[in-house]
């Protein structure tokens, strides 16, 4: 009996130490904290923590201009966990620490000179790298006006305007300039600073002087006005638009100071109860922000075959406006036929343009309206960036015009010959017509019209094109206006 007791608690006491031994070996996780700079400069390794080994920071290696390191955080902006540089913790998953910076603020002093005239103007005080509004102009001089503050007293070096928002790197001294009452402000040497006035013209904001050395080319400060339904099309030196035109951030060259007035143009309207976008295009089209049919840009609209202005239910060569009933129709158009081969009886017209009478966009919209030709839906694809995206729901390409305003085409399909002239492709191909026929070949040409033709393929890549369809398809029509033209 003594036997068997002794071999349970052998047995129990190897299984205790087993267990320990197994413990005793487990191999122990690893995390790894990465540095992040955070605003800052310079390179950080990782650093590996063993689980439930404390470990020392690394010391923080990053610095950053104007700033002092105050410590590290588990989040960008300081809401998470704070660590001190070279703090010893414990680490339980990996985690990226990003360095907390506190902003340097050296003080330094404007201190502004009558040059000659009379008067008190208190120094002011900036703080370096914030810009500031100058103190107004407080001095006067008996026969003469001022005309703008110079680092030189002589008016030689850099030239600022009075209440100009300016920034300084260290104490500066401003002196007045004057010029003679019914006289110009005197004209400035070579090398000299001269100041562009930015003018809102109607808009909203501000924008300081800009200050140029005579002779030397600059690039003029980005506009940073706005205003509510116009878009910035650039500068001019006279408030209507019939001076000298620079565009944004043009490099000019400038001998003297100048005003430069905004340009604005509206950047949407209405015509006949439909809307229209400036795209910003150089030819100046504004395109319907809706297709013909359609009441909202997510909407599909009405599809039409080309030259026929009256959806159908089936699109075909057979019930085609413009093929002569019961002929096939390689040989039986009777309009818009510039191939004998292609026409009934041998007709040709040598119409490569829609006219108006089968624009479904005129006959649907009214004059203000027409259908696109070839070379504006070019223009719409080459000068404005795209992308396949989903509004309210419905698939579609999205065109960002140079000024930054958009138009949606929706993934709207269409009806094919090929198909039995039935409808398909919806949601994932958009196809849609211009006015402009096509010259493909000496034979099919004039049986094929200009479409825009865009879909999202099967490797997720956006494929855009403007090609060509037959034109008895029923696709869609979004139109131009010509009525309201910038």
């Keep these: 009996m003594k036997t068997r007791q002794y071999t349970i608690i052998l047995v129990a006491i190897f299984t205790v130490v087993a267990m320990l031994a197994i413990s005793g070996c487990k191999k122990k996780d690893t995390y790894t904290v990465t540095f992040n700079a955070n605003g800052g400069t310079g390179e950080m390794a990782e ?19 104007g700033h002092t390191f105050e410590g590290w955080n588990t989040m960008r902006n300081g809401t998470g966990t704070s660590y001190d540089d070279r703090q010893r913790i414990t680490v339980t998953s990996d985690m990226t620490l990003y360095a907390q910076w506190k902003k340097i603020i050296t003080f330094v002093t404007v201190t502004f000179d009558a040059n000659g005239g009379t008067g008190e103007m208190r120094t002011q005080q900036y703080v370096v790298g914030s810009p500031q509004v100058l103190r107004p102009n407080g001095f006067t001089k008996e026969g003469y006006y001022f005309y703008n503050w110079n680092t030189a007293s002589d008016g030689s070096e850099t030239a600022y305007a009075d209440m100009q928002k300016i920034t300084v ?107 229209w976008v400036d795209l910003g295009l150089p030819s100046g089209t504004l395109w319907a922000t809706c297709n013909v049919g359609a009441s909202v840009p997510e909407e599909y609209g009405n599809y039409y075959a080309w030259a026929e202005t009256l959806p159908k239910s089936r699109y075909t060569w057979y019930n085609y406006k413009y093929c002569y009933s019961g002929l096939h129709y390689e040989s039986s158009l009777t309009k818009y036929c510039n191939n004998a081969e292609c026409g009934y009886q041998g007709y040709t017209d040598n119409l490569n343009t829609l006219l108006p009478e089968d624009d479904a966009a005129i006959a649907n919209w009214g004059a203000d309206w027409r259908m696109p030709t070839w070379d504006e839906m070019t ?108």
């Design 379 to 486: 223009e719409l694809v080459n000068n404005c960036s795209s992308e396949w995206t989903v509004q309210n729901g419905i698939n579609g390409l999205l065109f960002t015009g140079p000024n930054g305003n958009t138009v949606f085409f929706p993934a709207s399909g269409g009806y094919f010959e090929l198909d039995d002239g039935r409808l398909g492709y919806v949601g994932t191909l958009g196809f849609y017509w211009t006015s402009t026929l096509a010259i493909v070949s000496s034979l099919s040409g004039p049986l094929r019209s200009c479409i825009l033709d865009f879909e999202l393929d099967l490797n997720n890549e956006l494929r855009i094109r403007v090609m060509w369809a037959d034109r008895c398809d029923g696709l869609s029509v979004r139109p131009v206006c010509v009525s309201a033209r910038n």
């Design 169 to 275: 790197s260290g104490n500066v001294t401003l002196y007045a300039q004057w010029a003679l009452n019914g006289t110009l402000p005197p004209s400035p040497l070579p090398g000299a600073g001269v100041t562009v006035t930015f003018d809102a013209n109607g808009g909203n904001g501000y924008m300081s002087p800009q200050i140029y050395t005579v002779g030397v080319a600059q690039a003029l400060t980005a506009n940073e006005f706005t205003k509510e339904n116009y878009w910035f099309a650039g500068w001019n030196t006279a408030t209507d638009g019939s001076g000298i035109a620079y565009a944004n951030t043009e490099e000019i060259t400038i001998t003297e100071d100048i005003i430069l007035y905004a340009q604005w143009k509206v950047s949407s309207g209405e015509a006949a109860g439909h809307i």
């Design 47 to 65: 650093q590996v923590f063993i689980e439930g080994e404390p470990q020392t920071l690394i010391a923080n290696a990053f610095t950053y201009q």
